[in-house]
């Protein structure tokens, strides 16, 4: 999204980053009343959370480590992580203690200070073999941050980029110890977490790496990591896939020797023909599915391109779906285990096709000529002077949760495309919604993060509770463990779980 806000062969070794003992943390109270609702004081009944456990969730990525390790946790950007869920959240930690995440950056000639965590802003989750977890986020005072996730402390030092750390990034799902982030410096990077201090092993250079680069050179979007290849789209319109050659050297240290064995225009002349801009940076986070990547752009192009033959070792590739939607698309494209898109478009340009197609949609890619399952018009207008969704789509069981910029929040028959309960925030929203152990959880940017049992889908779900963090909730929490991690434009990081 643009400048939003002025807004396996070996086997993997394990991160020497300083591992901060286990402690019980403190209940902090510095920020956040939190309203407990819904019978006895927000406690879930047993039918309600047996109700939960029932449901099929789809897997982490991650294999070999365990924790949550790429914006919403796998290749159909469909796990959202591990409760059980806090139901009565207090802030446990707020990092930094003291000053806050800020740093200035320039937009065209205008510079200006940014603050905390933006979207998307999923931190990953690592959960260390000795019990302790690693909390990894990038923030707005130009840093990769690396803290305890049971304290808040910091793990080792930041690593420093030159300028915002927009977006979210992803930890290797095959244990190797490294880091994959972008900044709005230009350039993508792997990192090394096995030495004394992160330590950048290769990286990409928005500007230099691709015959005509688009819109700028910032990176919102997290990588795959398929095989041992490296998916990720950039704001300059295209699409990298990258053999990584991961492994370790003499002395046990992780390398990478990394081939970009394609780039591939996420655009093309139909697409710009009719578009009145070249706004076609790719902002969403790639999905995977069958050797098909699948992502769309800032001209409303949803693709998929199949690269199965690239991951093999060999050199060919292809298009295999094109659907314009008429307007910018920065939300991640989800995919269910049918292979169906669920998608989510802003509405900004205003346009005539924008209007015929709507904003929130399903589409099936094995019907390319005619894709469109169902769609709802969601053209409220809640951030910017747009309406639309910023904002990824979750899946629970026979529900797509959508959320709009104006504070909708659509509980939605994946089947049927029928409506069968809405919600509200604050507006605007363009955080996107994540469920847990049928527990909805939402962020608004008035500052307010909401919890709803959606156990049962027959009732309009219960506000479990909600929780006030004083800042623009733009990022995606993380759940893992009885734990939520998430930062604020705020300028903060926070460690949210029940009371000591």
Known sequence: MADRFESPGQPAQPSVAVVLAVAAALVVGIVGATIWRAGDEGERSEASQ??????KTPPP?????????TFRGNASRSYYGEGPVPLHPVIRWRSPADEKLCSDS????DQSEWCGTGWTGQPNVIQQPDGAIEVREGAYDANYHFVDGLTGDPIGTPYVTRDLAKGSASSDPDGFPLYYAGSRDGH????????PEPTLLWDIDADTTVPLPLRNNDWDGAALIVGDYLLEGGENGWLYVVHLNRGYDEQGLVTVDPEIVATIAGFDDELLGNL??????IENSVAFRKGVVYFANSGGLVQGWDISDLLAGGTSYSQVFRFWVGDDVDASIVLDSKGFLYVAAE????????????????????QPDEPLVWSIDAREIGFEGAGGSWSTPALYGPTVVFSTAAGRVLLVDRMSGEITH????GAPSIASP???DGVLILGDCLGDLYAWDMADPGVEPPLLWTMDLEGCIESTPAVWHGWLYLGTREGYLFGIADPA
């Open 61 to 69: 990525i991650n294999t070999a480590i365990e924790g949550l390790t």
């Open 188 to 195: 993508f990077r792997v990192i090394a977490m096995d030495r």
């Open 347 to 366: 509405y900004q340009r205003f346009n005539e096709r924008s209007q015929e197609i709507g904003q929130l949609m399903k589409l099936d890619p094995k």
């Open 434 to 436: 994540v469920v847990v």
């Open 276 to 281: 009145s801009d070249r706004e076609v940076s």
């Open 50 to 55: 047996g109700a939960a456990a029932a449901v």
């Open 106 to 109: 320039i937009v065209g000639v």
């Open 422 to 425: 809405e919600l509200s925030v």
